[in-house]
Every structure is written in structure tokens, then in C-alpha cells.
């Protein structure tokens, strides 16, 4: 596939910050409503795609970043617009922020952390396996390492959609993005949502407005850094695990440290390579 020298818009697209998805059972394949919320997924983003499409943008790359990275339907979006699908991947959630072009990204239907107390469910990366995450201390969601990924490829996160708990995260935790807030939580499987089309709407203009600002702005090359980490220098990252196996199998690594019978630590060159290696642990399956 050639590789276009015009703007590009890259969107990581999760399923749980959706309007109009509050429980499990609607993430998950077998689940009530999966194939209404894969079409509110799919419809969203490209709406996202479109808007950005409409603002300039020549093409659009998509990584559909939740669960078996099957969700999104293809036919549902654009022209001009790249999807990328399944896992494992290097860069995870952000596969496909690095390839030229990519000048901004948007992070969609996101949600907060597993260590937050509030916010529609809310994990970080694995629900079943990991309790918390640490990056150089600072506990760490699905959105810092997005963010941090970007950034070491000096591309600016322009806007992070999710329920008003996480647009409050994103608000008081990062530099430059602007947050759409596409429903309010009223517990961790309960929230109040505007109608899709009402929501796609308020969609398309952030889109517009934020994809106009970033044209606007001079194109400079420079290292870019919307947190207080930088993610081009050497990392600490601490792992909480629900199950003191996942732990124990985590120190035969000679990298890792076990530090309790829950807890592992390790050292990472930049985030890439805590990418990486994140990706290993969520997604290693023995094949037999």
C-alpha cells in the first residue's frame, strides 16, 4: 500500500465510552446488544471520519481497538478511509499513529481507568487480569499510554471522547486535547445519553473545529509532550494482577521483578517498548 505524503487523521476507537454502552454484556461478542453497540461503534466512527474527511483531511486511518479488534464494519465507513483490524499488535490500541502523514489523533469512546472510582466501565487494557497500572508512579489508564505513543511519534492527541468522568480525567490530566463528552454516568453500569444521531452530531463538530485548529497551526516537527512523562526516555512500570499466578509467571522474564504476590515491576527503554511488552502479556496464548 503506497504511503500518501497528504494530511492524515488517525483514530483509536474503543467501545465502552460509547453513548449509549453502560454494561459488559454489550462489549463482549455473545453479549445482549454487541451487534447494536458494534454498529453505534461503527457509525460513530465513521462520523469522526467523515467530519474530519469534510475539514480537510485526504484520508483517515481507523484501529479498531476494542476486544478481538473486530468490531467496526468496514462498509459502514468512508472513502479514504483505513482500517485497521485484530491483534496483537506492537503499538497496541495506537497501531498506526506512526506512518507518515498521521498529524493528529483522536481518541474515541475511551473510558477510565481501572483505579478510578467513577466512570462507565471503567478498566485498564485487560478487566480480567489487570487491577492497576503504574508508569514512573503516575497510575496509568488506557488514554496515558495512547497519549504517550502519540507523542513519541510527535503526533498531538487533538480529542478524547468518552463519558463525563473520563472528559473530567482528560480535562485535568493532559496538555491540548479537547474532550467530547458523549454521555453522563450514573455508576460504573448505568449512564444518561443523548439520542446516536444527536450524539454523531456533536461528534462531527468537535471534529470540524479541532481538525480546522490543527491545520491552522504552523507544521513543525518538534518532540511533542502532552504529559508530564516523556516517552522517548527510560520508563518504570508497575503492574497490579488479579491473580497472583499472572505474577509469579511475570518474574521467571529476567526483566521483571516480583515485588508481593500481586505485584510486578520492569524497566522499559520508552514507551514502545512498554508497549510491547504490554502486548505480550495480554494477548500470549500458548498454541498447542
Known sequence: MSEPSTDRLFISADIEGLAHVVTPAQTLTDGVEWAQARNWMSDDTASVAGAALNAGMAEVIVADSHLRGENIVPERLPANTLLLRSWPRPLGMMQGVDRPGVRGAVLLGYHTASHHSDGVLN????????????????????????????????????????????????????????????????????????????????????????VGRLRDEARQPAALQQTAIDPTAALTVRIEVKHSITAELMAYLPTVTRIDGLTAQWRSADIVEVSRMLQFLTHYQPVP
Open 123 to 210: 478498566h485498564t487494557l485487560h478487566g480480567g487480569m489487570i487491577a492497576r497500572l503504574w508508569i514512573n508512579e503516575e497510575p496509568a489508564s488506557e488514554t496515558l499510554l495512547s497519549v504517550l505513543l502519540a507523542n513519541y511519534f510527535g503526533v498531538p492527541v487533538i480529542l478524547a471522547v468518552g463519558d463525563d468522568a473520563y472528559c473530567r480525567y482528560v480535562d485535568a490530566s493532559y496538555h491540548g486535547i479537547e474532550t467530547c463528552c458523549t454521555k453522563e454516568s450514573l455508576g460504573r453500569f448505568s449512564a444518561l445519553a443523548l439520542p446516536p444521531e444527536q450524539v454523531r452530531g456533536l461528534l462531527s463538530d468537535s471534529v470540524a473545529v479541532c
